[in-house]
C-alpha cells in the first residue's frame, strides 16, 4: 500500500474532527473556559487506548510502569479456566523527558519481544478558538526473540526487526467523550510466509466514554489496508473498562489480538469475534515522580 495513501484518509478525516459541532462561543460556554484558548486535557486516562497508543504523553520527569496480561482463549472453557491458564505478559516503562515528549522502553513474553518507542505531542487541542484536534506521533521498533527454525535458511539478526509508525489525531468533543484516528504504517524485515507483504498499513479509530469520575468505557478498531483475508489475518476490535483510582489506572478489556505489541495486534490478529477468538486482559498503569519539575 503506498504511504499517500493512509495520509490522505489522515487529512481527510482530521478534516471531519476539525469541523465543529457548535459555534466557537458555545464551544467556549461547553467547556467553561471563557477566558481565551487553554489546553483540553484528559481526552484519556492512559497512554494506551487499550492496545494502541492514545494522544496521552507521560508527563516531564515521571516515569510510568505498565504491566500488562492477555489470557488465552475464552472459548477454550473450562479445561483452561476460560483461559487464564494460559498467560502472556508485557512490562514495560515510559519516562517523560518533557511533557509532549517521551521515551520507553518494554519486554512482551508473546514472541519474547523487545521494543523501544519514542512518542510526542506535537498539537495540543485547545477550546475557545485554539487547536481543533490534538496530533501525536508514535515510532516503535520490536526485536523478536523466538529461536530461528533449523530448516537451512541463512537468517540474519537484522531480520528480527519490525517497525511501527502511528499518528493519532483526536479530539475530545465533551466532557464526556472523545474519538481518535490512529493510521499506521507497519514494516517486516521478515515475513513467515511469502504471500505476506513487508509493508502494510492500518487506519485505527479509538474511544472513550466517561461514565463517572472513576470509570470509562474505550473501545478500539483497526481495519487493515488493504484487507489481507487472504492470509489468514483479520482486523483487530477490543473494547474495555478503565477503572482510576488516583494513583493507578487498571484497564480491563477483551479482544481478538492475542499479542499486545503494534506489530502483532495491528498486522498479526488471525482471531475473529464471530468464532469467539477472545481473549481477557488488563493493564496496570503506575505513574512514578523519579525528577523534578522546574
Known amino acids: 500500500m503506498k504511504g499517500g495513501l493512509v495520509f490522505a484518509l489522515l487529512f481527510g478525516a482530521a478534516s471531519f474532527l476539525s469541523h465543529p459541532l457548535w459555534g466557537q462561543d458555545d464551544l467556549m460556554s461547553f467547556f467553561d473556559e471563557p477566558s481565551g484558548p487553554e489546553v483540553v486535557t484528559s481526552a484519556f486516562k492512559a ?8 494522544p496521552e504523553t507521560t508527563g516531564k520527569g515521571e516515569l510510568n510502569f505498565i504491566i500488562a496480561h492477555r489470557f488465552g482463549r475464552i472459548s477454550d ?6 483461559g487464564l491458564d494460559n498467560a502472556q505478559m508485557r512490562m514495560g516503562l515510559d519516562y ?17 519481544t523487545l521494543e523501544a518507542n519514542i512518542k510526542m505531542r506535537f498539537v495540543e487541542q485547545k477550546s475557545g478558538g485554539g487547536a481543533p484536534v490534538s496530533l501525536t506521533g508514535y515510532s516503535v521498533v520490536m526485536r523478536d526473540g523466538m529461536r530461528f527454525p533449523e530448516d537451512g535458511l541463512e537468517r540474519l539478526g537484522i531480520h528480527r526487526l519490525s517497525y511501527v509508525h502511528q499518528l493519532v489525531v483526536s479530539r475530545k468533543w465533551s466532557p464526556e467523550f472523545s474519538l481518535a484516528l490512529i493510521p499506521s504504517l507497519v514494516h517486516r524485515n521478515l515475513v513467515d510466509q511469502p504471500a505476506r507483504a513487508n509493508d502494510l498499513g492500518t ?20 481495519y487493515l489496508l488493504p484487507r489481507a483475508l487472504e492470509d489468514g489475518l483479520h482486523n483487530s476490535l477490543s473494547v474495555g473498562l478503565d477503572i482510576e483510582t488516583g494513583g493507578h ?15 502483532a495486534f495491528l498486522a498479526e490478529t488471525p482471531g475473529r469475534w464471530q468464532d469467539g477468538d477472545l481473549y481477557f486482559g488488563f493493564n496496570i498503569n503506575r505513574v512514578f515522580q523519579v525528577a523534578e519539575r522546574r
Open 77 to 82: 472453557g473450562w479445561y483452561a479456566l476460560f
Open 96 to 112: 517523560g523527558v518533557t511533557d509532549q515528549l517521551q521515551v520507553g522502553v518494554a519486554r512482551s513474553s508473546f514472541g519474547k
Open 249 to 263: 489506572v487498571f484497564q480491563l478489556h477483551v479482544t481478538n489480538s492475542r499479542g499486545m505489541f503494534e506489530r
Open 203 to 222: 487506519l485505527g479509530f479509538g474511544f472513550r466514554y466517561k461514565l463517572n469520575n472513576r470509570l470509562s468505557v474505550n473501545g478500539e478498531y483497526h
Open 47 to 54: 497512554g494506551r487506548i487499550i492496545n494502541v497508543q492514545s
